[in-house]
């Protein structure tokens, strides 16, 4: 568990080398995001032994298997709400032995921190942006006796934009579940998560065209005000 947690910190701290600039601002123009992604979880509950066995401990669908909404609440703070499906094979190790497989639901609820810094000032929206995020969830797993446990969630993770609004997202998280026991390596799981991400921008607000003037001396040509365009850097 300790390898995968300063995997995670080494990817985030090595996206953000990426993103600078001081006179960048650090408010974020999106309103909302949603992303939908691959879904990979490991729940062998052998702690630091046979974290990065993905041949064996590893479980994954050939399909988009988490749903992401974030809002955003203020500058660079945002929640958001994960929904994640996963089926854990027979054939892999979950907590501590084989043919111990079985379906895998987990609903979470985190705060997200955002390390991006868009140039709003002349309209640039930055490409990479790595966050931080913890939260509270609780997941269902056949493998456990008790079914539902309540988790805990610590993570990181980068957005990738292609364009304005469309990118690549990577994320990656430790779930601590809560028992009876002060630690249980039965309960916790590890999650990583790549996809698609979209985001979106305010509406630039349009000047209404002035009713019917009185006189046609008065008479003006309706004028509009551009609506915002932002690049990406």
Same mark, same amino acid.
């Given at each position: ?35 939908? !992604? ?34 955003? *609440? ?79 969630? $610590? &993570?990181?993770?980068? !957005? ?16 601590? &579940? *809560? ?8 309960? !916790? ?5 790549? &996809?698609?991400?979209?985001?979106? $921008?305010?509406?630039?607000? @349009? ?11 008065? @008479? =003006? =040509? ?5 609506? =915002? ?5």
């Amino acid at each position: 568990m300790r390898n995968i947690l300063l995997a995670l910190i080494s990817v985030f701290f090595g996206s953000s080398l990426f993103v600078h600039g001081q006179f960048y601002v650090r408010k974020s123009p999106t309103k909302w995001m949603v992303a939908t !992604n691959l879904s990979f979880i490991q729940d062998a509950g052998l702690g630091l032994k046979q974290a990065f066995d993905f041949e064996n401990t590893w479980n994954h669908q050939l399909y988009p298997s988490q749903l992401v909404f974030t809002k955003n *609440i203020k500058k660079t703070w945002s929640w958001e709400v994960l929904a994640s499906y996963n089926v854990l094979s027979n054939s892999k190790i979950v907590n501590c032995r084989e043919d111990n497989g079985g379906y895998f639901f987990a609903l979470d609820a985190q705060v997200q921190y955002s390390f991006a810094q868009h140039d709003l000032r002349r309209k640039k929206l930055a490409r990479l942006e790595p966050f931080l995020t913890s939260g509270l969830g609780i997941a269902f797993r056949e493998s456990l006796s008790t079914g539902f446990t309540p988790t805990v969630s $610590l &993570g990181d993770g980068l !957005n990738l934009f292609f364009t304005q609004r469309l990118g690549l997202q990577l994320r990656g998280a430790l779930k601590y &579940g *809560i028992t009876d026991k002060w630690w249980s390596e039965e309960a !916790n799981y590890s999650q990583l998560n790549v &996809g698609l991400v979209y985001r979106q $921008l305010p509406k630039s607000k @349009r000047s209404k065209p002035n009713a019917k003037a009185r006189h046609k001396w008065t @008479r =003006k =040509k309706a004028k509009f005000k551009k609506p =915002k365009t932002y690049r990406v850097l």
